[in-house]
């Protein structure tokens, strides 16, 4: 069964500061998904990454993914109040199709 | 382009009562979730769809949980009888699967909630 794990579940940040969230699965992808979900609306998808080593970057938010580690990390740079929402990384496999399995997600807020 | 639409937004019923909930996906988007977002958690598959076809429905409680696409596209969930543990946001999605690593769209989901 393939296994997403989240972390932190939780963070709390200050304006300006830097942060990291990490993502790690436990079965053999090549295809990782970063969605956003702001409270009471839907999740809106922000990377997909497709292979190892792939980098994307968006304003403040810059994906990676590692296929040997089974890792993707989702770094914050300089952040704002704006990106306060919850942040949810999804994988599929071979195995499963195009069924996705999302892990826990991060709740972050950015204080002013 | 037009997003997934879903109704209702939202759902009160008491428990072993019935509901059912409508998605209508993508335009020309063959492939259609349906996944259940429990308070805290990620969603969670319960059903998809290839065109009017069943792909996987290995997660869906078939003893009270019922899905159908009809003509491919539009779809509904229906839940019978609601049990206490089924309040959740329940997410239809949508995908283009000629694509290799296409996002899925997500609806704006049904807060269903169960007294």
């Known amino acids: 069964e393939l296994k997403v794990e989240q972390n932190p579940l939780f963070l709390s940040m200050q304006e300006g500061k830097n942060y990291t969230i990490y993502c790690n699965y436990s079965t053999t992808s090549d295809r990782l998904y970063w969605y956003r979900q702001d409270p009471g609306k839907s999740l809106e998808s922000l990377f997909v990454?497709?292979?190892?080593?792939a980098v994307k970057q968006e304003g403040r938010l810059m994906a990676s993914l590692d296929t040997k580690a089974r890792l993707s990390t989702l770094h914050i740079t300089a952040a704002v109040h704006d990106l306060s929402a919850t942040y949810f990384c999804a994988v599929d496999s071979e195995t499963s199709g195009s069924r996705l399995t999302f892990g826990e997600g991060t709740q972050l807020t950015v204080n002013p | 382009e037009a997003g997934v639409a879903q109704s209702p937004r939202y759902k009160i019923i008491e428990k072993r009562q019935s509901v059912a909930f409508w998605c209508n996906p993508i335009?020309?988007?063959?492939?259609l979730y349906w996944y259940q977002q429990i308070l805290g958690q990620g969603p969670k598959l319960l059903i998809q769809f290839q065109n009017n076809g069943v792909v996987d429905d290995s997660q869906l409680p078939k003893d009270r949980f019922s899905a159908e696409r009809l003509k491919g596209v539009d779809s509904t969930l229906k839940i019978q009888p609601a049990k206490l543990e089924d309040s959740a946001v329940y997410l239809c999605?949508?995908?283009?699967?000629?694509?290799?690593?296409?996002?899925?769209?997500f609806g704006d989901g049904t807060r269903l909630s169960i007294l």
């Open positions: 990454l497709l292979s190892n080593g």
């Open positions: 335009s020309g988007h063959a492939t």
């Open positions: 999605a949508s995908s283009d699967l000629g694509v290799l690593g296409q996002p899925q769209h």
